[in-house]
Structures are given as structure tokens and as C-alpha cells.
């Protein structure tokens, strides 16, 4: 079963606007990760925040983790069409779980000119 | 740069036949990861090797799927006899630890008719 269960499903902006997506997850974790999927690609490792850190950043990249919500969230500001693509958050248990990454079901992002 | 190459990245066959996926993983990392994706199911993870060794593959359909790492530069994936509903993207993906982040292979397209 996935672990991370991304919100929205489907997401479409204009171009210049931020768009957020919310990974919720089910048990404890040592981390938490990004990626993103152009289409007819494979997955991108975009940023990975660990469990004792709240907020990470990177270029035009903001991810948050609520532990105690164990849900997380990625923003990407001024947006651009490049951006269009689908964006998986992947959980790594704390303990157990095989100690393995699961994927979630992915947030697809369209960015419109 | 650094990338884990998969072969091959389309692959069109008849039901019954045999299948090889390969996979060259980035050179120093210890984990190797098979992952398939459907529409329907996402992404399913299949099997994973941590320095060669399988850790767990149970999701896998064992009576026709294996995977095996004949030594630290080549992970392959087979299936014998195909099936339609085997139709795919199989992603190749490999790393510097089970919860560190991964880099994916291109992905090889399987169609089964």
C-alpha cells in the first residue's frame, strides 16, 4: 500500500503563480523526499528533509514537514511551464518498513502559459 | 554525470515470451532498486539489493518475475512467460543507501501483446 498520499491529485496554474502540494503519510519516518516526473522520463530526485528538520529550501523549491501532522508540503514559487510535470513525495520509515523509500501517488502540475 | 542506464528503453513483445531488463547502476552506490508504473497502480516497487544481496522482492509475482545482481555494475529483471497485463514502465533506480535519495534509469516501456 503507499505510504504517502499526495494532495491534489491534478493541479493547473498560470505561469508566474506558486503552487503547493501536501504529501500525508501514516507512520514514523527518517525522512521524507521529493521528486518529479516529466513526462516519459524517470523520477528526478528534487529535495529530501529529514524528520528533525521543519523547513528546506532550495532555488525556487519550499518544503515544510509536520512531524506531529506527519504531512509535509512542497511550494514551487513564480512557476514556469518547465515546471509541468508530476511530483511524487517518497517516505523512508524510521525503523522497519523494510527501511525502504515508498512513493506516493503523485501530484500532477500543469503550468500554463 | 553519473546516471543509471537502463536497457532496453522500449521493448514490444507476443504473450508467453521472455523478457530482460538491464540495468546499470551509478558506480559506488550499494542499493539497487526495480520499480514498476502503471496508471492504475502507480508506482509498485518490486524488488530491491542492498551491495547485491536481495532484500526483499514481494512485489514481485514470484512464479514469473526474478531479479539478480550478477555482480555491482548490472541488475537485471526478467519475466518468463509475459503477460499483458505485465505492460509497464519498469524504472531502474539506485543509491547510496535504502533511505538516501534515489537516481532513476530512463525506464524501459513494455508492451505485451
Known amino acids: 500500500s503507499q505510504q504517502g498520499e499526495e494532495d491534489p491529485q491534478a493541479l493547473s496554474i498560470q505561469e508566474g503563480e506558486n503552487a503547493t502540494m501536501n504529501c500525508s503519510y501514516k507512520?514514523?519516518?527518517?525522512?521524507l523526499q521529493w521528486y518529479r516526473q516529466n513526462s516519459g522520463r524517470g523520477l528526478v530526485h528534487l529535495i529530501l528533509?529529514?524528520?528533525?528538520?521543519r523547513e528546506k529550501h532550495s532555488g525556487r523549491l519550499r518544503v515544510t514537514l509536520d512531524t506531529s501532522k506527519k504531512s509535509s508540503s512542497l511550494l514551487i514559487t513564480a512557476s514556469r511551464a518547465a515546471d509541468t510535470a508530476s511530483y511524487f513525495c517518497?517516505?523512508?520509515?524510521?525503523?522497519?518498513?523494510?527501511?525502504?523509500?515508498?512513493f506516493g501517488t503523485g501530484t500532477q502540475l500543469k503550468v500554463e502559459l | 554525470d553519473a546516471r543509471v542506464t537502463q536497457t532496453p528503453r522500449h521493448k514490444v513483445t507476443e504473450m508467453g515470451q521472455e523478457v530482460t531488463m538491464r540495468c546499470q547502476p551509478i558506480?559506488?552506490?550499494?542499493?539497487v532498486f526495480w520499480y514498476r508504473q502503471t496508471m492504475m497502480q502507480g508506482l509498485e516497487l518490486l524488488a530491491y539489493?542492498?551491495?547485491?544481496?536481495?532484500?526483499?522482492d514481494s512485489g514481485m509475482p514470484k512464479d514469473r518475475f526474478s531479479a539478480e545482481m550478477p555482480d555491482a555494475t548490472l541488475a537485471t529483471l526478467k519475466i518468463q512467460p509475459s503477460e499483458p497485463r505485465d505492460s509497464a514502465v519498469y524504472f531502474c533506480?539506485?543509491?547510496?543507501?535504502?533511505?538516501?535519495?534515489?537516481?532513476f534509469g530512463s525506464g524501459t516501456q513494455l508492451s505485451v501483446l
Open positions: 533506480a539506485s543509491g547510496a543507501g535504502v533511505r538516501e535519495k534515489l537516481f
Open positions: 507512520t514514523s519516518i527518517n525522512n
Open positions: 528533509i529529514r524528520s528533525n528538520e
Open positions: 517518497a517516505t523512508a520509515p524510521y525503523t522497519g518498513g523494510g527501511n525502504k523509500l515508498t
Open positions: 558506480l559506488g552506490h550499494n542499493t
Open positions: 539489493f542492498r551491495n547485491r544481496a536481495p532484500l526483499d
